[in-house]
């Protein structure tokens, strides 16, 4: 399994990815990834750059990478805005048992 962003992607998925940005023309991103894959790598190094491609290229698709776009899309406004992220818990109770108080960045693409 490849990590892109801190999220797993299996064989197929990271292809799929590498198609993507290849058709939205973000080539340099797309060899990144495929020789990640190719030389049986763990994590795919991305710049900011990178991200944005990745994000740009799923964010006009329907896809199963939904994962790896919330991830990136959070990082990406994180950056932009200086602050630190906050720490993720894992699960789909995570997601459920979120405290009232607790702040969320949210923004609609």
Do not use: H, W, Y
């Given at each position: 399994?490849l990590i892109?962003?801190?999220?797993?992607?299996?064989?197929?998925?990271?292809?799929a990815?590498?198609?993507?940005?290849?058709r939205?023309?973000?080539?340099?991103?797309?060899?990144?990834?495929?020789?990640a894959?190719?030389?049986?790598?763990?994590?795919?190094a991305?710049?900011?750059d990178?991200?944005?491609?990745?994000?740009?290229?799923?964010s006009?698709?329907?896809?199963?990478?939904?994962?790896?776009?919330?991830?990136?899309?959070d990082e990406?406004?994180w950056?932009?805005?200086g602050l630190?992220?906050p720490?993720?818990p894992q699960?789909?109770?995570?997601?459920?048992?979120r405290?009232d108080?607790?702040?969320?960045?949210v923004a609609w693409?």
């Open positions: 399994m892109v962003a801190g999220i797993r992607l299996s064989r197929d998925e990271a292809l990815l590498s198609s993507m940005l290849t939205d023309g973000f080539d340099r991103t797309a060899r990144a990834v495929l020789e894959l190719t030389n049986g790598e763990q994590f795919v991305l710049t900011v990178d991200r944005e491609d990745v994000l740009a290229a799923l006009r698709r329907t896809t199963v990478l939904v994962e790896l776009r919330r991830t990136l899309f990406l406004n950056r932009r805005e630190k992220p720490r993720r699960g789909i109770e995570a997601a459920t048992s405290r108080r607790e702040r969320v960045n693409v």
